[in-house]
């Protein structure tokens, strides 16, 4: 392929996109940093392709027919690897052990299914790792472990269906983990160990039922919680310690049984909670900043929430306040807002 096909700054940048490529170039300048091959017709990387670009810092192959990831080449400079939108179905083992200085791989929207353990293991500096979209059915124990420096992991938008103790072992840095718009049905107990920095976690648009008492009880630095629509009808007691340290938790769209005082959330930055045909539901919040209520259908309704700055309730289907018992008592109550009570 002639170079003028590439659009090249310098010797430090070469745009190789959309040119129907089925290989990787070979007479680019030796010393670019940046390599867009986007858009292209490539099915397999190879070793040999890439060892003229030693000094490649950004490397992008979306949306190409890449099937399988062998082992790359020794790029000790490179930081950014994009692979997402290809055909990956298999990553073999040391693919990116060569890769000392990678802080972004992207593997995003790909049929990867099944993740080996270890392939991740070789990497000091990466940062964040994107794997939504990719039909991850499990990650078993220690296959995504190990990665010192790692803040942010996607797997949202899989078909993973349980998470297993010990999954996130030795993620010492890790802040964000998103895992909602899989079928999750179970997390075990110790699934989120040793994970101190961890500040957001999202479970929403699963299919978990319950969950156990000491989930989140290790997670010094967690803030954000969201567990909205899934199946969850009751949360353990015990966990109601553990909220009273987050500052927003989501649990709205879930079939919640409040025939007794099931919440206890003092202390809440921030709690969303719908409740469609509820028979009874007491709320003990103090300290909770913004309390929104979504409780369709309620029969009695006792709210314990001093230091509440802001109420909204929304009630569409109470029947009236003549058979709706509804207590408040927020003596720091600074705005009260009531959606569709009938009378």
Known sequence: MPESSCSCSSSSSCRCSNLGLSS???????????????????????????????????????????GIVNCLPNLPRLETLHL???????????AFANLPRLRLLNLYHNQITNIQLGIFSNLPRLKVLK???????????GTISGVPQLKYLYLNNNQITKIQ???????????VLRLNSNNITKIMSGAFRNLPKLRFLQLTYNQLTAIQSDLFSNLPSLKVLYLSSNQLTVLPPS????????????LSNNPWKCDCSMLDADGVGSLQLEND???????????VGKLQLDPDGVGNLQLDADGVRKLQLDADGVGSLMTVQLVVRMRTLSGVLVHDIQS
């Open 24 to 66: 990787i170039p070979q007479n680019l300048p030796p010393s670019i940093t940046s390599l867009d091959l986007r858009h292209n017709q490539i099915k397999t990387l190879r070793q040999s392709e890439l060892l003229r670009y030693r000094n490649l810092v950004e490397l992008d192959f979306e949306k190409n027919r890449i």
């Open 84 to 94: 997402q939108h290809n055909m990956i179905t298999n990553i073999r083992y040391g």
């Open 131 to 141: 794997l939504e979209s990719t039909k991850i059915i499990d990650i078993p124990p």
């Open 165 to 175: 103790s010990g999954t996130y072992l030795n993620l010492p840095r890790l802040e």
């Open 239 to 250: 966990s109601y310690f553990t909220f009273s340290s987050i500052s927003r938790i989501g």
């Open 277 to 287: 045909g509820v028979g009874n539901l007491q709320l003990d919040a103090d300290g």
